[in-house]
């Protein structure tokens, strides 16, 4: 039985990512990158899933932990009657390989330590072949499965039941380390790490990273650690920014809506690059850019609104009927059926991502111009067609109005890289279009009799995706207009405080009703409150959603008030990007109460 979301931590090499929980169990990695196959699964059913325990012996100890500072290597400080241990948990940065260490250290006493090792491939439907590891002065064995293996090394490990385990004790001063590493099965395993050197470059790496963040305020330690998950989930080979490093966490427990979360959207790709493009890092701007005009290259009318991390397309969504889900939430899936959705925002938020590193000094490359020319011709073409929408609905496409807002935003961006920066383009029929949909959503996507945003043309139902308005300068948030569809997000997407996407009882999405309030939205919330100059409402609401963080600074897609319990995948890269986006805006708020 997996533990609360919260209760996991992630730690990462930029390539890929595992979840340690508080128990000291690696419940889930996938290797080599972040939508492989998993090796250990148990946090999508249970030990016998897969999974890696490094922990005291004693029962009655008890575990606090943190990262290093600035960094994603996790110590657990164990307490046991015995003495004291710390055990550093990090994936090593730039070694070009695909490693997990484990380093258990003694502070005070002498404690007895356990580890249990119950590698299962291929998400739980391979068990491997294991053999001791001959010939080398260290312990270890070596794990095969069709293309994967993996060597472990550290304490000698003994068959038990369908698990390798170990006991060795660790007295103060010393230091025992555990590392496995994941190969191609047809290659030799791969020679022993030296962790020491290890531990400083990474630590290294990530502090510098870390120096060049730009941010300043009441909020710095909840910003920093949230824009190194953005980091963290940028995949460094390829540029790719992973939505999140699970699948089918659920957004309600006991439910259906599992979704895998391991791939680019063209959405949240761009909005987590304005985000590190306005805190100084124009470095990963180019690198997304450059993952961007392989992935869409060719025919506009073939983008997709996401992709693998490398720009793949085939994303097939499939269930796995041997992995029973996390807390009985079935099914799991792999790939994601959204993938063959027409989503018309996605054009809108790349337009204002490339626009925003443009407006921040990020100089074109030679093909970014004419690739958002081609999308602009596209859009063109498609811009009256109806959609899914931002929230991906299984129902019928529709006129979303907030879809509407960000096709406005593409031409609106498409103007604005003409008047600024002189490229060329039909800037007339640019401006025809974008005001004849300003015409069209204040006449259907806007209900003069409640003074709000509607969700779609012809609805009467608010969505919380319209609180993005001000953020693309559709509306200003002080504008009573953006004022009343605040009103009405508040009283019907609020019964805890907390913002719903939509009334999924209400909303034709394909789906069984319900869900949990999704914390990116209450965010844009916060944001809106700040614009707005209600400053006091925008603290209240952010120091409620801070506090919900975990023990580590992580958020979920969603949280569960009545269960106060986090929920969906995690770590959710729209939930870290828009905390940031709220920070920013309550300090821009406070500077402007304060001139």
Known sequence: MPLPIEDYALISDCQSAALVSRDGSVDWLCFPRYDSASMFAALLGDEHHGHWLIAPVDPSATATREYVPSTFMLVTTWTTQQGVVQVTDFMPHGNRRADVVRRVRGVSGSVAMREELRIRFDYARAVPWVRQLRDEPVAGIVATAGPDAVVVRGPRLKAKGESHVAEFQVAAGETVDVTLTWYPSYRDAPPALDVDALLESTRGWWEDWTSGIEHDGPYHDHVLRSLI?????????????????????????????????????????????????????????????????????????????????????????????????????????????????????????????????????????????????????????????????????????????????????????????????????????????????????????????????????????????????????????SDPRMLGTVAAIEQDLMPDGLVMRYRSQHSDDGLTPGEYPFLACSFWLVEQYAASGEHEEAVALMDRLVGLANDVGLLSEEYDVAGGRQAGNTPQALSHLALVRAADAIQVGREMRHR
């Open 229 to 477: 998950v953005l980091r963290a989930l940028t995949h460094e080979d390829t540029g790719g920014i992973a939505a999140a490093a699970t699948t089918s966490l659920p957004e309600q427990f006991g439910g259906a809506r599992n979704w895998d979360y391991r791939y680019v959207w063209l959405r949240d790709a761009s909005l987590t690059l304005s985000v590190l493009v306005n805190h100084g890092y124009s470095n990963e701007a180019v690198q997304w850019r450059g993952w961007l005009l392989r992935a869409i290259a060719g025919d506009p009318n073939d983008v997709q609104i996401m992709y693998g991390l490398a720009g793949e397309r085939d994303l097939v969504e499939r269930e796995l009927p041997n992995l029973p889900g996390y807390d009985g939430s079935s099914p799991v899936r792999i790939g994601n059926g959204a993938v063959d959705q027409y989503q018309a925002d996605v054009i809108g938020e790349v337009m204002v991502a490339l626009q925003e590193a443009r407006d921040r000094g990020v100089k074109d490359g030679q093909h970014a111009w004419p690739v958002q020319r081609a999308l602009m011709q596209f859009l063109e073409q498609h811009w009256e067609r109806r959609d899914s929408g931002i929230w991906e609905m299984r129902g019928a496409e529709r006129w979303f109005t907030h879809s509407r807002v960000m096709v406005w935003a593409a031409f609106d961006r498409a103007i604005k890289a003409h008047e600024r920066f002189g490229l060329a383009g039909p800037v007339a029929r640019w401006r025809a279009l974008r005001s004849r949909l300003e015409g069209e959503i204040e006449d259907q996507g806007f209900d003069k009799e409640r003074n709000t945003y509607v969700q779609s043309y012809g609805s009467k139902e608010v969505d919380a995706s319209l609180l993005i308005l001000p953020q693309v300068g559709y509306v200003k948030a």
